[in-house]
């Protein structure tokens, strides 16, 4: 049995015990809003109190706390509480309670930002949003994330998956129909912010397949089309990095799209490529599709049923795909409940805690490099910058602890073709 084949059987031992635990015990423990009972928390902290006494890894487990506290919210210091208690009392939420023991090994990740990424006049959170984040970075770094500067695409890197004309249009904001069709009103910064941005996730992927694990500050991605951009989205970078580091290889990529809206943008940029792939799961239909035959879709109207419905997609992919060589992770905030622009209720910080968890997990237990970008996520209301930065910062964080090296499969290693120091940014 290969390396790769022996992995994957691995994990999908721990799978079932996630499915049928984990998810299980969600469902037990967890009120609607998906936070712990007051019950199962009392009585998880009255164990917690009485087995420190009989930790032999006392220290070690109070420097891991404190570097959780420092980084979780505190819907992750109660997930965390309750992993090590479940774990210690019999293996329940084994695979999460390994999470976030990994996740006390720090590894340093790129996560590519540029000024050009809000360099359009257009006052909107996805012109604005990654100069918050990279602000409250400055401001409160996140431990293992490492600001990059990235080259921006090129023209020739966009014409991959969009129309002369379109590209033309952004470039003279001629048709003034086509030029602002994404909703972001045109000016002369809107295509080098839309190729800056493209950019820094062509940078993320390649990156991260060297080191693992990789992120992008930009967003508005994948509702844009060939000839037009849509939702706010100028150019996809996503499918601009799927079809660049899908040429010349044998091997296949994952678009995996968490965003509250559908990503018909790409699906409709990726789905005549033999080796892009796309799980799609959203919480409104805002720019549908129809799944082709590489595309797993689902549209979830339940809170309760949003982890399960992602972990099931994910079991379907491992099931009936191929093992990918990269997963780019479209991390949309805009699932929140408090989000006006796609926002369903009962949606809140645990599960979308639980959510980045799982994915940077389902990755590393397979080896796929991840490369993560911000997608949606939109102030108004209840939603504060402070509040969607937070909301943000939860993928940085999540996507920080990972032991970044175990997201390259051993066999794969020596298949990587891109060498240190080459990587499309700096
Ligand atoms: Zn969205």
């Given at each position: 049995m290969n390396l790769c084949r022996r992995r994957r059987k691995e994990a999908l031992t721990k799978t079932r015990k996630f499915e049928t635990r984990h998810l299980v015990s969600y469902d037990i423990k967890a009120g609607a809003g998906g936070k712990p009972t007051k019950q199962s928390s009392r009585k998880s902290l009255r164990t917690a109190r009485a087995e420190k006494f009989n930790d032999s890894c006392l220290l070690q487990r109070k420097k891991i706390n404190a570097e959780v506290r420092k980084n979780f919210s505190i819907f992750g210091i109660l997930l965390w509480k309750q992993c090590c208690i479940s774990k210690n009392k019999g293996g329940q939420f084994d695979s999460l309670g390994s999470t976030l023991v990994v996740f006390a090994v720090v590894a340093d990740h790129a996560l590519y930002y540029s000024d050009q990424f809000v360099l359009s006049k257009d006052n909107f959170d996805t012109t604005r949003k990654a100069a918050w984040i990279a602000a409250s970075l400055d401001k409160d770094p996140i431990p293992s994330v490492r600001l990059c500067s990235p080259k921006s695409a090129t023209l020739a890197d966009a014409r991959r998956v969009h129309s002369e004309n379109y590209l033309q249009a952004l470039q003279t904001g001629q048709p003034v129909a086509t030029a602002n069709f994404s909703k972001i009103n045109w000016d002369s910064g809107v295509l080098p912010m839309a190729l800056s941005a493209c950019g820094g996730m062509l940078a993320a992927g390649k990156s991260a397949r060297r080191d693992g694990v990789a992120g992008c500050l930009s967003s508005g991605f994948h509702h844009a089309k060939r000839d037009r951009g849509d939702g706010f989205c100028t150019l996809n970078g996503l499918a601009i990095t799927a079809h660049a580091l899908a040429e010349g290889n044998r091997d296949h990529i994952l678009v995996l799209d968490l965003d509250a809206h559908c990503g018909g943008g790409t699906h409709s940029l990726i789905q005549?490529?033999?080796r892009l792939w796309q799980l799609d799961v959203s919480v409104m239909p805002y720019d549908d599709f129809q799944p082709g035959e590489r595309c797993i879709k689902e549209t979830v109207d339940d809170a309760r049923q949003y982890l399960k419905t992602v972990w099931r997609c994910l079991q379907q992919a491992e099931a009936e795909w191929p093992l990918f060589i990269l997963c780019l992770y479209?991390?949309?905030?805009?699932?929140?409940?408090?989000?006006?622009?796609g926002g369903l209720a009962g949606m809140d910080e645990f599960i979308i805690t639980l959510r980045e968890e799982m994915v940077f997990q389902w990755c590393r237990e397979r080896g796929i490099p991840i490369a993560y970008a911000m997608a949606g996520g939109y102030t108004g209301g209840k939603m504060s910058r402070a509040r969607l930065v937070d909301l943000h910062r939860l993928t940085l964080i999540c996507a920080g602890k990972i032991d970044s090296s175990d997201n390259i499969c051993p066999q794969r290693k020596s298949d990587v073709k891109i060498k240190k120091g080459k990587t499309h940014g700096t």
């Open positions: 005549n490529h033999p479209n991390a949309g905030m805009d699932i929140h409940q408090d989000c006006k622009i």
